[in-house]
């Protein structure tokens, strides 16, 4: 039986163009601009732009658009090249739109002496007036005809350094009536005088992106330039830049949804303003859509190239719920994280028939899902650490936990019955007493009986001190970008997006900890070593809890 396998449309595109011979291999280049953080929205493209480089056998180059000196930075490259690498993803080289300024620089002299680019005069507000509207054509510049020879000696004047920054810029000369805006005289080149992190000041005039990215493509040898679905309205400027400049292999645009998702931020001037007021700790807070905030708070690789698959490649912009990614992540750590045990709102359980200079070592599975990663010891005395939420003194009927009368299940130890608790003089709970039963060591009682309710524990004599930040999303609504100008973004952050427990304690095995050690802590969720962790106090971000409820608290 034939095997039938599907194929999303730039797989489909991309067959075409080979079965046709338009190109015989596959090239692709990942864009970024240097001015700041990948986010999980970049990882979309990331997958897309290596992963059809990969699967075509081809080659794909991180190409850095230092087109806009004044807004670009090399902590951005480095941070960029560090997140590709963490994704898994390895280019084929490092190039840089500066890479091939001569080139750009030398198409644009071309359009002049072609008599399709032309200097013009016009103010930055004046060319949006003539530019006109998605309804009303636009009306040519005063300037557009002036002559071949007028244009070449004003853009050399241009680079030479003679006019200020605005006072002239070169447009192509296209159709101030079309009805795409971006045929509409587009501007390809500005006086800017800024200082390059590569060129240093040797240019006084730098390329427009829509200008720069069809020649850098083209000259690098991308075959097929996948791009965002915003840059769908570009392609015919795409076409035209490389038709008009004469390239006998032109690069081929393709465009896909982008990746939004609810209860998060992506745009880089929200985020900025999230940092610099200080509402999150910095780009790599992990409750950030950044991917060094999601590598922070403990995200995989793996879990987030599983979610881009999972969404698909997109010709339609849609919405994709976080839970989706949440799942993710909870189904590759179930696999691989190993247990432990933590309380983080501790209050003590004393076991007053239970011998007080005895320590028992109970063996458990350091991850069930995984019987290979082995067993480990935990330490079992007179005295634990159990949550508070684990006693109530007064408890309803479906309450299956520590309460007055009633009996439990230690996980993996012994079945115990809560028989009182102590107070302080506020009334606040210090200590529940209860009594065991040697019997069910192992957690199972052999005259049959069955307990309702497990709970966990960690030895008060053993316990290691931690602080865990208790992470959720950071906003309360799905889209907190709303454009509607009702509400600033601001008005919808969740004030409980990060809980900082400072008194948590944890079973003896965790020790030694490096930055990013992942563990389930039992019925919590998923837990990783913050940065912030020192041997003497360890701190934990949480990932994620073990079951989504997120919408089940915010209906």
């Given at each position: 039986?034939?095997?039938?396998?599907?194929?999303?449309?730039?797989?489909?595109?991309?067959?075409?163009?080979?079965?046709?011979?338009?190109?015989?291999?596959?090239?692709?280049?990942?864009?970024?601009?240097?001015?700041?953080?990948?986010?999980?929205?970049?990882?979309?493209?990331?997958?897309?732009?290596?992963?059809?480089?990969?699967?075509?056998?081809?080659?794909?180059?991180?190409?850095?658009?230092?087109?806009?000196?004044?807004?670009?930075?090399?902590?951005?490259?480095?941070?960029?090249?560090?997140?590709?690498?963490?994704?898994?993803?390895?280019?084929?080289?490092?190039?840089?739109?500066?890479?091939?300024?001569?080139?750009?620089?030398?198409?644009?002299?071309?359009?002049?002496?072609?008599?399709?680019?032309?200097?013009?005069?016009?103010?930055?507000?004046?060319?949006?007036?003539?530019?006109?509207t998605l309804k009303t054509p636009g009306k040519n510049s005063p300037y557009r005809e002036r002559t071949i020879e007028e244009n070449f000696d004003l853009f050399e004047r241009m680079t030479n350094g003679e006019f200020?920054?605005?006072?002239?810029?070169?447009?192509?000369?296209?159709?101030?009536?079309?009805?795409?805006?971006?045929?509409?005289?587009?501007?390809?080149?500005?006086?800017?005088?800024?200082?390059?992190?590569?060129?240093?000041?040797?240019?006084?005039?730098?390329?427009?992106?829509?200008?720069?990215?069809?020649?850098?493509?083209?000259?690098?040898?991308?075959?097929?330039?996948?791009?965002?679905?915003?840059?769908?309205?570009?392609?015919?400027?795409?076409?035209?830049?490389?038709?008009?400049?004469?390239?006998?292999?032109?690069?081929?645009?393709?465009?896909?949804?982008?990746?939004?998702?609810?209860?998060?931020?992506?745009?880089?001037?929200?985020?900025?303003?999230?940092?610099?007021?200080?509402?999150?700790?910095?780009?790599?807070?992990?409750?950030?859509?950044?991917l060094c905030g999601m590598r922070r708070r403990g995200y995989t690789p793996e879990a987030i190239r599983d979610f881009c698959e999972r969404i698909g490649v997109s010709k339609a912009n849609s919405v994709v719920d976080?839970?989706?990614?949440?799942?993710?992540?909870?189904?590759?750590?179930?696999?691989?994280?190993?247990?432990?045990?933590?309380?983080?709102?501790?209050?003590?359980?004393?076991?007053?028939?239970?011998?007080?200079?005895?320590?028992?070592?109970?063996?458990?599975?350091?991850?069930?899902?995984?019987?290979?990663?082995?067993?480990?010891?935990?330490?079992?005395?007179?005295?634990?650490?159990?949550?508070?939420?684990?006693?109530?003194?007064?408890?309803?009927?479906?309450?299956?936990?520590?309460?007055?009368?009633?009996?439990?299940?230690?996980?993996?130890?012994?079945?115990?019955?809560?028989?009182?608790?102590?107070?302080?003089?506020?009334?606040?709970?210090?200590?529940?007493?209860?009594?065991?039963?040697?019997?069910?060591?192992?957690?199972?009682?052999?005259?049959?009986?069955?307990?309702?309710?497990?709970?966990?524990?960690?030895?008060?004599?053993?316990?290691?001190?931690?602080?865990?930040?208790?992470?959720?999303?950071?906003?309360?609504?799905?889209?907190?970008?709303?454009?509607?100008?009702?509400?600033?973004?601001?008005?919808?952050?969740?004030?409980?997006?990060?809980?900082?427990?400072?008194?948590?304690?944890?079973?003896?095995?965790?020790?030694?900890?490096?930055?990013?050690?992942?563990?389930?802590?039992?019925?919590?969720?998923?837990?990783?070593?913050?940065?912030?962790?020192?041997?003497?106090?360890?701190?934990?971000?949480?990932?994620?809890?073990?079951?989504?409820?997120?919408?089940?608290?915010?209906?």
């Amino acid at each position: 039986m034939e095997e039938i396998f599907s194929r999303n449309f730039i797989e489909e595109a991309i067959d075409k163009d080979l079965e046709e011979k338009v190109y015989d291999h596959v090239q692709t280049r990942f864009p970024p601009e240097p001015n700041g953080y990948l986010h999980i929205g970049h990882a979309k493209a990331i997958s897309i732009d290596f992963g059809m480089a990969e699967k075509y056998n081809g080659k794909c180059n991180l190409r850095l658009d230092d087109t806009n000196p004044t807004k670009e930075d090399t902590e951005y490259v480095d941070a960029i090249m560090e997140d590709i690498k963490w994704l898994g993803f390895k280019w084929d080289k490092v190039l840089y739109a500066s890479d091939y300024f001569d080139d750009i620089y030398a198409a644009a002299v071309k359009l002049i002496k072609k008599g399709k680019a032309y200097v013009d005069d016009l103010s930055p507000e004046e060319i949006r007036e003539y530019r006109g509207t998605l309804k009303t054509p636009g009306k040519n510049s005063p300037y557009r005809e002036r002559t071949i020879e007028e244009n070449f000696d004003l853009f050399e004047r241009m680079t030479n350094g003679e006019f200020a920054d605005g006072a002239k810029v070169l447009r192509a000369k296209i159709d101030m009536a079309s009805p795409n805006l971006n045929m509409r005289d587009p501007i390809i080149y500005r006086i800017l005088r800024a200082h390059h992190h590569r060129t240093g000041d040797k240019w006084v005039v730098y390329p427009m992106y829509d200008f720069a990215h069809p020649i850098s493509d083209t000259v690098e040898g991308v075959t097929h330039s996948l791009c965002s679905l915003e840059f769908e309205d570009h392609r015919p400027l795409y076409d035209w830049v490389l038709k008009e400049v004469g390239y006998e292999s032109p690069s081929r645009q393709i465009e896909f949804a982008r990746m939004n998702l609810n209860y998060t931020l992506t745009s880089k001037r929200r985020c900025l303003k999230l940092v610099r007021e200080n509402i999150v700790s910095g780009w790599d807070d992990p409750r950030m859509s950044t991917l060094c905030g999601m590598r922070r708070r403990g995200y995989t690789p793996e879990a987030i190239r599983d979610f881009c698959e999972r969404i698909g490649v997109s010709k339609a912009n849609s919405v994709v719920d976080f839970a989706l990614l949440e799942a993710c992540i909870r189904e590759d750590l179930n696999k691989k994280a190993p247990r432990a045990m933590a309380v983080l709102r501790p209050i003590k359980l004393i076991i007053d028939n239970y011998p007080e200079d005895k320590v028992e070592q109970i063996e458990v599975e350091v991850n069930p899902e995984n019987p290979e990663m082995g067993k480990r010891t935990v330490e079992f005395s007179r005295e634990l650490y159990i949550e508070e939420d684990d006693f109530m003194e007064d408890a309803p009927k479906k309450y299956f936990r520590l309460s007055p009368g009633r009996e439990v299940r230690l996980k993996s130890a012994y079945y115990v019955t809560c028989t009182s608790c102590e107070k302080d003089e506020n009334g606040n709970i210090i200590a529940v007493h209860c009594t065991y039963d040697p019997e069910t060591r192992g957690g199972d009682s052999p005259d049959g009986r069955k307990v309702k309710g497990t709970i966990h524990f960690v030895s008060a004599a053993h316990a290691i001190d931690a602080e865990v930040r208790l992470y959720d999303r950071l906003f309360t609504v799905e889209n907190p970008s709303d454009e509607t100008g009702v509400n600033d973004f601001t008005d919808n952050l969740n004030k409980d997006s990060m809980i900082v427990l400072k008194n948590a304690k944890l079973e003896s095995n965790l020790t030694n900890l490096s930055v990013g050690d992942k563990f389930q802590f039992l019925r919590l969720g998923y837990f990783c070593v913050d940065k912030d962790s020192t041997p003497e106090k360890p701190v934990f971000n949480r990932t994620v809890a073990l079951k989504d409820s997120w919408k089940k608290i915010n209906k």
